[in-house]
Each structure stands twice: as C-alpha cells, then as structure tokens.
C-alpha cells in the first residue's frame, strides 16, 4: 500500500526581491528537518511530537531546533544562515 502527504508552502513571491529558487523534497527519507520555535507557549511540545513523527514514521534523518527570543522578533541572522546550512527544509510555526 503506499501513501502520499500533501504539503503547502504558505509562501507569497517578494515583489522587490529577486526570487530564489526553492527546492521541493521528494522524500523525508535521510533528510534533516529545522524547527523555528517562535517562543510562544506550546510550540515546542508540537514540535517534539513532529519531530519523532518524522524521525520514526517518515525516517529523517535529523531535527534542529532553534528558538527565537520572542514571537515579535525575527532569527537572527547567523543562526538563520547556520540552519539553512545543517538542514534541507525547515519548519517555523506558531504555539498557544
């Protein structure tokens, strides 16, 4: 039996910016999976569970976690480049 995930990319193209190019995995099979925690409360327990989901069931290879001070500010700019370097997707999301 086999069994597909959908997945959307709730990224709108920057009009002042040249675009780079994006690259869609075919798999999550050996691959290593970011999390951006934003600080709020929560977020960390959704991203644990998902990450032993991807790990277990889908066979990631890995997770990094990186957590920003706080849910107004961005990610800094060196560990932004440091994620983007160690994994190849990354997930950033919201608690509560």
Same mark, same amino acid.
């Given at each position: 039996?086999?069994?597909?995930? $959908?997945?959307y990319?709730p ?6 910016l040249p675009?780079?190019?994006?690259h869609? $995995?075919?798999?999550l ?8 925690d934003?600080?709020?409360p929560?977020?960390?327990y959704?991203?644990?569970? $998902?990450s032993?989901?991807l790990?277990?069931?889908? %066979? ?7 957590r ?10 060196a560990?932004?480049?440091e994620l983007?370097?160690? *994994?190849?997707?990354i997930? *950033?999301?919201s %608690?509560?």
């Amino acid at each position: 039996m086999s069994s597909s995930m $959908l997945v959307y990319e709730p990224v709108a193209p920057c009009l002042t910016l040249p675009q780079k190019s994006r690259h869609s $995995l075919d798999k999550l099979t050996g691959k290593v999976i970011g999390f951006i925690d934003n600080s709020k409360p929560n977020f960390n327990y959704l991203a644990e569970d $998902l990450s032993r989901l991807l790990i277990n069931k889908y %066979g990631a290879k890995g997770v990094v976690m990186r957590r920003k001070r706080s849910a107004s500010q961005g990610l800094s700019e060196a560990a932004m480049d440091e994620l983007v370097e160690q *994994t190849d997707a990354i997930v *950033t999301g919201s %608690g509560d």
